[in-house]
């Protein structure tokens, strides 16, 4: 139940960043990436085996990318009742992303 709670808190959060950005409401110069509005999306639609093929390309083309990559990775994980993989794709999140925080906030809450 609590990693249920937790997989929506983070879809939500990161479906907020997507939206937020595509609709150039930051004032940043982020702008989500396609992999990582597509995989959302199929997060939103109950999609999870669809969202990891797309989140693992997205990582191998580019391992530095997007830290959001990882992190809703292993939230599919999560949801596909595959914690051993969720917490490696939050380790290796955090070895391409050593101060990030979310990838660390995560990572405490799943273990």
Do not use: W
């Amino acid at each position: 139940m609590r990693r249920t709670a937790m997989t929506s808190i983070v879809i939500r959060a990161v479906s907020t960043v997507v939206v937020v950005c595509s609709m150039g409401l930051t004032g940043l110069a982020f702008q989500a990436s396609p992999p990582l509005a597509a995989a959302v999306a199929q997060v939103q639609a109950g999609q999870y085996r669809e969202a990891v093929t797309t989140l693992e390309a997205a990582i191998r083309a580019d391992p530095k990318g997007d830290e959001n990559h990882y992190l809703l990775l292993a939230e599919c994980y999560g949801q596909l009742a595959d914690p051993a993989k969720a917490e490696v794709t939050l380790r290796a999140g955090l070895r391409a992303f050593p101060a990030a925080p979310v990838l660390e906030r995560a990572l405490g809450q799943f273990l």
